[in-house]
């Protein structure tokens, strides 16, 4: 149960784009298609921002999207917004019902 | 309104046991999956439990054998009993909800229980 890597921060000015990623293993990533990320503001509890690596709940900006290549997830804020800045978790089913988190990126908006 | 709290955390000796709970409204806990995810101070997300509908349950391998979740359905209430606690138990203890929306998604998310074990 190793946590999926994410880069420790990413950055962008308002408007532009910004992509996280979430490595993970044969074991958890690439074979469940149950990726979620959530968005986590500080001292605040954790917000879900994107399920099932594509979909999004009710209420979430259709700015954020999700995607899955192989081992690796993604999630792109597009026309990024002041209040986007905020850490991201990602997080896999990684099989017998247990699942595992990402390190966690701080998104800074400049 | 859809809503977790949690209670029951604190400073506790090395070895000791505390049992958090988090008592939901607007929804009914045994129709849901619900989990207890912690957080370190400063550090990232860890899962450590889930339980099912059925009542089956589920633990991290930091934790298994010394924590044990569990609910009360009379009260509406998920628990986390934990035992022969050590200095990294230290964290936030959130429960959440999972998403009738998806296998494996939370998507309701209390404000958090701190427990700290130091002696």
């Known amino acids: 149960q190793s946590a999926l890597t994410q880069p420790r921060s990413v950055s962008g000015s308002p408007g532009q784009s910004v992509t996280i990623s979430c490595t993970g293993s044969s074991s958890d990533v690439s074979y469940y298609n149950h990726v979620s990320w959530y968005q986590q503001h500080p001292g605040k509890a954790p917000k879900l921002m994107i399920y099932d690596v594509t979909k999004r709940p009710s209420g979430v900006p259709d700015r954020f999207s999700g995607s899955k290549s192989g081992n690796a997830a993604s999630l792109t804020i597009s026309g990024l917004q002041a209040e986007d800045e905020a850490d991201y978790y990602c997080?896999?089913?990684?099989?017998?019902?247990?699942?595992?988190f990402g390190t966690g990126t701080k998104v800074t908006v400049l | 309104e859809v809503q977790l709290v949690e209670s029951g955390g604190g400073l506790i000796q090395p070895g000791g046991s505390l049992r958090l709970s988090c008592s939901a409204s607007g929804f009914t806990v045994s129709s849901n999956y619900m989990s207890w995810v912690r957080q370190a101070p400063g550090k990232g997300l860890e899962w450590v439990s889930v339980?099912?509908?059925?009542?089956?349950?589920y633990y991290a391998d930091a934790v298994k054998g010394r924590f044990t979740i569990s609910r009360d359905d009379s009260v509406n209430t998920l628990y986390l009993q934990m035992n022969t606690l050590r200095a990294e138990d230290t964290a936030l203890y959130y429960c959440a909800k999972g998403c009738t929306c998806a296998f494996d998604a939370f998507d309701i998310w209390g404000q958090g229980t701190m427990v700290t074990v130091s002696s």
């Open positions: 339980i099912y509908p059925a009542g089956d349950t």
């Open positions: 997080c896999s089913y990684a099989g017998s019902y247990t699942r595992v």
